[in-house]
């Protein structure tokens, strides 16, 4: 897949990177944690030779996504991290258009809300269930009731993890045209960025950080 002249780039190497790993790794969890939760799931041990092997892999991609999700704060906290408000609000209030016609959705920076609360979510629940998991892989000198209260919060994070997870994907692909290629090639049309980050837009133009696929960054505008 390669970008077409005129496409602008809104994410570089690395946060491709470092987004590949954090889904990549959520998706393993998730199917080797319902394999060890679930009975009904139990044949998902048997492809990987039993359950004994499911649980670690989990345990050695759960590292791995604490990683990835130590990178994706440094990366993304500053652009998703945080409400803009009063902005934001008016984007919340009409639910960004996404559930019912607005004629002017109200423009946003980077990351709309929606995303915004996605990236929150992982990143609140992806702790818990990081430090969870660990207590429940090392109980260590934790009572039995402590380390039961970690399989219920593991669980928590699961529940809200999960469906998130595939609004997102859903987004990401079918849900918003145009959306793919960002974490594919880091580049999108110059009408996606209109309609999704229009504020972004504006502000890296101005800026003169605005890279185009095949033109010379632009020059800061002058007023």
Excluded at 36 to 62: E, P, R, Y
Aim: aromatic share 18%; glycine share 10%.
């Amino acid at each position: 897949m390669i970008p077409k002249k005129g496409m602008i780039k809104v994410s570089d190497a690395f946060e491709r990177i470092v987004h590949w790993f954090l889904a990549i790794s959520c998706i393993i969890l998730m199917i080797s944690g319902l394999g060890m939760m679930f009975q009904s799931f139990n044949f998902l041990g048997t492809i990987v030779g039993g359950l004994k092997n499911l649980k670690i892999i989990h345990n050695f991609t759960g590292l791995i996504f604490g990683i990835s999700l130590l990178f994706s704060i440094r990366v993304w906290w500053k652009e998703a991290g945080v409400f803009d408000f009063p902005d934001d609000l008016e984007w919340i209030k009409c639910a960004g258009g996404y559930l019912w016609h607005v004629d002017k959705v109200p423009e946003t920076g980077k990351y709309n809300p929606g995303q915004k609360a996605f990236f929150l979510a992982v990143v609140i629940f992806g702790i818990i269930m990081f430090i969870s998991g660990l207590i429940m892989w090392f109980p260590l000198g934790f009572s039995a009731g402590m380390v039961r209260f970690m399989f219920f919060l593991h669980a928590l994070g699961f529940v809200v993890i999960f469906p998130f997870f595939f609004i997102h994907l859903y987004l990401g692909t079918i849900g918003v045209p145009g959306s793919a290629p960002a974490i594919f090639t880091g580049y999108v049309t110059r009408s996606w960025c209109e309609k999704q980050c229009p504020k972004w837009l504006k502000e890296m133009e101005e800026e003169g950080k605005l890279e185009v696929y095949g033109e010379e960054k632009e020059a800061p505008a002058h007023h």
